[in-house]
């Protein structure tokens, strides 16, 4: 799989959009590039997925560079409710040896 | 849909002693997993199913076995409790359509003396 590189910490005003970046240089052509976040204490949550396509859901939008090694979290209108630890994760789409979440950005959105 | 349910939510046991994380989901998916996250870090896979009868192996099984005998419930046994596997403890399900689209229980926190 594999590796993603994601900045450790981010802060973002509320109401403004919050961008979370992740370097996945070494992707290859049939992974596809997961998000999922964890607020404080809970089990994570999945956001979105995406193999080359931009995609957006009614939670975020997922920007894919068309190297696809990189890629872009957005959350449009943050909410404090959106402080949280964001993942992602890089599978190709198939039953296999399940997630490995790494370390993640820890994402403050301050009022 | 009660979605993914984990019982109990917090467990302290002494070293030494075994016991039983319960986990179960009503949306008859077929995949099932068990990841535990330790302060700070993130989540490591500890044995997951790919349908009922079938498991294996994750990141850090060792300690730990499970069985999966219908599609609902998923059961993590920890044999020996030792004082390294006090962590969090995340059972997840999804379909298999979409495997990486998981849905997380609220999770069991365990402490062992």
């Known amino acids: 799989d594999a590796k993603t590189t994601q900045p450790p910490s981010m802060d973002c005003a509320e109401g403004r959009a919050a961008n979370l970046p992740c370097n996945h240089s070494t992707i290859s052509g049939n992974e596809y590039v997961y998000w999922y976040r964890q607020i404080h204490s809970q089990g994570p949550q999945y956001i979105i997925h995406g193999l080359k396509n931009n995609e957006t859901n009614e939670m975020a939008s997922l920007i894919i560079t068309e190297d696809r090694k990189s890629s872009t979290l957005i959350l449009p209108h943050a909410t404090l409710r959106d402080t949280a630890v964001y993942y992602c994760i890089v599978r190709v789409d198939n039953a296999g040896n399940m997630l490995t979440f790494g370390g993640g950005t820890r994402l403050m959105v301050k009022p | 849909n009660a979605g993914v349910t984990q019982t109990p939510k917090f467990q302290v046991l002494k070293t030494g002693q075994s016991m039983t994380l319960q986990c179960a989901q009503d949306m008859n998916h077929e995949y099932m997993s068990w990841y535990r996250q330790d302060p700070g870090m993130g989540l490591r896979l500890i044995h997951y199913?790919?349908?009922?009868?079938?498991?294996d192996q994750g990141e850090v099984p060792n300690g730990y076995n499970v069985s999966r005998s219908t599609t609902e419930d998923f059961p993590l046994r920890l044999l020996s409790a030792a004082p390294s596997q006090t962590s969090v403890y995340f059972c997840?399900?999804?379909?298999?359509?979409?495997?990486?689209?998981?849905?997380f229980g609220p999770g069991t926190r365990l402490t062992v003396t």
């Open positions: 997840a399900s999804s379909m298999d359509r979409f495997p990486y689209e998981q849905y």
């Open positions: 199913s790919v349908g009922a009868g079938i498991t």
